[in-house]
């Protein structure tokens, strides 16, 4: 059946205040495993909201909204809360230590970079060695993780302890039509989650899964599956947008995503194959309220679709992201136009979910 | 040294990289105005401010030279999707650059930037997993590719953007602290010669251009012609991985540097005053080249007596260098006593054609 827009059907906004949830949570540090500080703010942030809020053995927080009327679709919304990061492994003495890193952090954005260490926020330095001590065979290969340390000073040598987890002192800024922060990726999905949660449409039962661990393997998002039994699950997450010109000037055919194309609607990725049904779904509800998208580009990487569609006998599964370049550094780039169009195409695809959807084969 | 330190904090949040020291000018000008009675601005950007002596005139002078400029990047294209490649201004590691926060300085106005390696397939396939190559590096505006086209230009100036972070243990993280920890140094010093007498005129020089040419440290010995002259300038600190036998100690003083650009007698005599102070300070050792403003000072008119004091500094050329402002706090010290007890038997005790009675 063809989707029309409902006349009355108004995109949730994203103003200032969605804006200052987002730094909020950008700025805030959740390495995978250690999301304590995100859940306190999500929980804050939709107390008195839901039906039913649980946090589960693994952390994940799992909030239920139901809708108006019976036996009603139940529709699952995965955003993870963890980030990459680094958890301290050694103490080399004097406030300095060494550092493994936690998710898909590329080694060589780490070096001159301040940092927060541990519960307290503890900042502190990755330094390098001086450019005027170094060899030009020496600057010709990486710095890797064996030559970095986080220095806190000798004074904060007891302030910091192996085990500990680090992430980047990097502040949340806007830029231009863009936005700018360390944690993009996911916090960009959570506060889209929690946006939605405030606006959720009467027509499903809605399951607001806020996970941890999807940098590390998509762990929180497995039990998180299983408990909340959906018939239909939408991961809200971030994807790469490898869309720099090439140095030849040839065409970049490999870009994944594009800044300013809208939300990514994912085909295929290396966790899992979206339900076709959904994406078909998804497509339709852009063309009807004129809502741009993009379809990502099938390829490797993974996002808590990839273990949901797995639980229990199968859940239908896709995931809608927000293209951001420098995914897994310091600071990645989102154009803020994307991010609104990905909250609206998930409210309007959102109101036109019916038992209907999935009763055709897959 | 409290004013001194919001100073140093206040001076490592703005640009001034070399040849275009004017931001940091304008920040040291206020400051050492209420310290010194005459003030200028040289012909290639550098400052030069007097602190009269007491004593009879015509007097000796003793510039205490501490270059202002800073390290960076320039725009040198802007591609089709609006991001900028880069050059840089002074000494770079590009392997510290990726995913540096930076401010690319255009005429309408400051732009935040973010510096960014490409992703791998971006690259040829020979670069794409190794060290970062500055003619990689882009930096990325936020802005959509006609805005940023429209807004930047080639030769626009791109400075980090680092805000300052302090430390337990009186420590400052920031960019620039080489070598605006030691225009603190110097301003601190003219702070306590406020309350001193001191007979020789003081200039206080913030030079322009280090970390390039040398040349604001060349011009301005030409222009004030002093009778002696100190350079203040950075020094590695010992850190990770930096070799121990080129590094000092931080919260240990000031080093004093020995090699072809001290003036031997002069730097004794600073050493001992040190002694006699009880002020920590560690000498240090250059064979050739101190690698600082001494290089051509020492050599500009007919030769000026020069010495060069250090001021350990971990990480240096990155965006998160480390000072200990204890170490400023001593060497400020130091400066000023050296500087109140000058006196008319000063230049014969350092004459080197005498040989030493002791």
Redesign the interface.
């Known amino acids: 059946m063809a989707i029309r827009k409902k006349p009355n059907w108004k995109a949730p906004r994203i103003g200032a205040a969605e804006l200052a949830l987002l730094e909020t949570l950008s700025n805030a540090s959740g390495v995978s495993g250690n999301e304590a500080a995100i859940r306190r703010i999500v929980q804050e942030e939709i107390n008195g909201l839901a039906d039913d809020v649980v946090v589960d053995a693994v952390g994940n927080l799992l909030v239920t909204k139901k809708g108006r009327g019976q036996n009603l679709p139940r529709v699952m919304l995965a955003a993870h809360m963890d980030e990459v990061g680094f958890m301290i492994t050694g103490d080399d003495g004097d406030g300095i230590f060494r550092i493994e890193t936690v998710g898909g952090v590329d080694e060589r954005t780490l070096a001159g970079k301040p940092v927060w260490v541990g519960e307290k926020r503890q900042p502190g330095v990755i330094g390098a060695k001086p450019v005027h001590l170094t060899t030009a065979s020496e600057r010709s290969s990486a710095l890797t993780l064996d030559a970095l340390r986080i220095d806190l000073g000798p004074a904060s040598a007891k302030k910091a302890r192996v085990g500990d987890w680090a992430t980047f002192a990097t502040e949340f800024t806007r830029v231009g039509p863009s936005l700018r922060g360390k944690a993009l990726d996911d916090r960009l999905g959570v506060t889209t989650l929690i946006t939605l949660l405030k606006h959720a449409p009467a027509n499903i039962d809605l399951l607001a899964a806020f996970t941890v661990q999807e940098e590390i393997g998509l762990r929180g998002a497995r039990v998180a599956g299983y408990a909340m039994k959906p018939d239909i699950a939408i991961a809200l997450d971030c994807t790469p947008a490898m869309d720099l010109p090439r140095w030849d000037g040839s065409e970049n055919t490999q870009y994944r995503s594009k800044l300013d194309g809208g939300p990514a609607i994912y085909v295929a990725d290396g966790s899992t194959l979206a339900d076709p049904r959904l994406v078909t779904h998804l497509q339709a509800v852009g063309d009807a309220y004129g809502i741009p998208y993009q379809l990502r580009q099938p390829g490797s990487g993974g996002t808590d679709a990839g273990a949901i569609h797995k639980t229990r006998d199968g859940v239908p599964s896709i995931s809608v992201s927000v293209p951001a370049r420098y995914l897994h550094t310091p600071a990645a780039i989102a154009r803020l136009d994307d991010w609104k169009n990905s909250l609206a195409l998930l409210h309007a695809a959102l109101t036109h979910i019916d038992r209907d959807l999935l009763k055709g084969a897959r | 040294m409290l004013e001194t330190k919001d100073l140093l904090k206040q001076m490592i949040q703005v640009s001034g990289l070399s040849g275009h020291e004017a931001p940091i000018r304008e920040v040291i000008e206020p400051a050492w105005k209420p310290l010194t009675d005459e003030m200028h601005t040289s012909r290639l950007g550098s400052l030069h401010a007097r602190k009269h002596g007491s004593g009879p005139a015509p007097r000796p002078s003793i510039a205490i030279v501490t270059h202002m400029d800073a390290i960076g990047l320039i725009v040198k294209q802007i591609?089709?999707?609006g991001?900028l490649h880069v050059d840089q201004i002074g000494?770079?590691?590009?392997?510290?650059?990726?995913?540096?926060?930076v401010m690319v300085h255009t005429q309408g106005g400051d732009?935040?930037?973010?510096l960014?390696?490409?992703?791998a397939?971006?690259?040829?396939e020979e670069?794409a997993?190794?060290?970062?190559q500055l003619k990689?590096l882009?930096v990325?505006?936020?802005?959509?590719p006609t805005?940023a086209r429209r807004q930047v230009r080639v030769g626009d100036l791109i400075s980090f953007a680092?805000?300052p972070?302090?430390?337990?243990?009186?420590?400052l993280?920031g960019h620039s602290l080489d070598n605006r920890a030691s225009v603190a140094v110097l301003t601190e010093a003219l702070r306590l010669l406020g309350r001193r007498k001191h007979a020789w005129d003081v200039w206080a020089v913030a030079t322009a251009q280090e970390e390039e040419t040398l040349f604001g440290a060349t011009t301005s010995g030409y222009a004030l012609r002093p009778t002696l002259a100190v350079v203040i300038d950075v020094t590695?600190a010992k850190?990770?991985?930096?070799?121990a036998h080129?590094t000092y100690d931080q919260?240990k003083g000031p080093t004093l540097d020995w090699g072809p650009n001290t003036h031997p007698k002069f730097h004794r005599e600073m050493e001992k005053l040190a002694k006699r102070l009880e002020i920590p300070v560690q000498e240090a050792v250059y064979s050739k080249s101190s690698?600082t403003d001494a290089i051509l000072l020492q050599v500009t008119v007919e030769g000026i007596p020069t010495v060069v004091v250090g001021i350990p500094l971990?990480?240096?050329?990155?965006?998160?260098e480390?000072v200990n402002t204890k170490d400023i706090e001593r060497a400020s010290r130091l400066l000023a006593e050296f500087v109140s007890a000058l006196d008319e038997t000063f230049m014969d005790k350092i004459r080197l054609d005498k040989t030493d009675e002791n």
Do not use: I, W
């Open positions: 591609d089709s999707e991001l000494g770079l590691d590009p392997r510290v650059l990726p995913s540096q926060m732009l935040p930037g973010l960014v390696m490409p992703p397939h971006c690259l040829p670069d997993s190794g060290a970062p990689h882009r990325d505006t936020g802005l959509r805005a680092s805000k972070v302090e430390l337990d243990g009186d420590l993280a590695f850190s990770p991985s930096a070799p080129r919260n690698g971990r990480y240096m050329h990155t965006p998160v480390v």
